[in-house]
């Protein structure tokens, strides 16, 4: 059984400093992994999508990294900003259904 | 706005009713999802379409629990004799063949669901 487990839970940094967030799983057997961002109360927004025989993906100041056969996946955010507060949640894909973590709660402090 | 639409954003019942959300998916999109996430913890799948044919249901889908997406477009999630428990944020997303998008997922704003 696939699970997906994000260290860690909560991570507190000022402003402008770059920051890396850990995802990890259990069976490498994944179709893809995606990086998602949720606001509180909010639904969740695509961030990077990275098929399997990918090893990374950039989006601005965004860079997420896989390593299928460690079962390892890192989101690497640059120069971070307040606006960048939020809850970042990993997720591994079957053909189907995403299997997520509980993700990593980060809070920028102006 | 051409993403994925819920509706209602928020609901709240009494225990013992039913509740039925609507999810508009983006429109090429062959595949709609329905998830559910309480608070602190990542979401879970519940079940999927493939156009109009439900091709898998999680055992997190009891029997009180039911959708349907009846001409491939929009989907219904219904929940009969809502108890405490159901109480969540309910997620519908949707993506295009798997051949096409590598099966990446666009999610809708959500519902709120609160039980009294």
């Known amino acids: 059984k696939q699970e997906v487990t994000q260290i860690p839970a909560a991570l507190s940094v000022p402003e402008g400093e770059n920051l890396v967030l850990n995802c990890s799983f259990t069976?490498?057997?994944?179709?893809?992994l995606q990086w998602f961002r949720q606001d509180p109360g909010k639904g969740l927004t695509s961030l990077l999508l990275i098929q399997s025989s990918q090893r990374e993906q950039t989006s601005g100041r965004l860079n997420a990294s896989l390593d299928k056969s460690s079962g390892r996946s890192t989101l690497y955010i640059a120069a971070s900003q307040p606006g960048d507060s939020a809850t970042y949640l990993c997720?591994?894909?079957?053909?189907?259904?995403?299997?997520w973590g509980a993700g990593t709660k980060l809070i920028i402090k102006p | 706005d051409t993403g994925v639409s819920q509706d209602p954003r928020h609901k709240i019942t009494k225990r013992g009713q039913n509740v039925t959300f609507r999810c508009d998916p983006i429109?090429?999109?062959?595949?709609l999802y329905w998830y559910r996430q309480t608070l602190g913890q990542g979401p879970e799948f519940l079940t999927y379409?493939?156009?109009?044919?439900?091709?898998?249901k999680s055992r997190l889908l009891s029997d009180r629990f039911s959708a349907e997406r009846p001409k491939g477009s929009f989907s219904t999630l219904e929940i009969q004799r809502t108890e405490q428990g159901d109480s969540a944020m309910y997620l519908c997303a949707s993506s295009l063949l798997p051949q096409d998008s590598y099966n990446e997922q666009f999610f809708g704003p959500g519902t709120r669901l609160t039980v009294l």
């Open positions: 069976d490498s057997a994944i179709y893809n």
């Open positions: 429109s090429e999109h062959n595949r």
């Open positions: 997720a591994v894909s079957r053909v189907y259904q995403l299997i």
């Open positions: 379409f493939q156009n109009e044919a439900q091709l898998e």
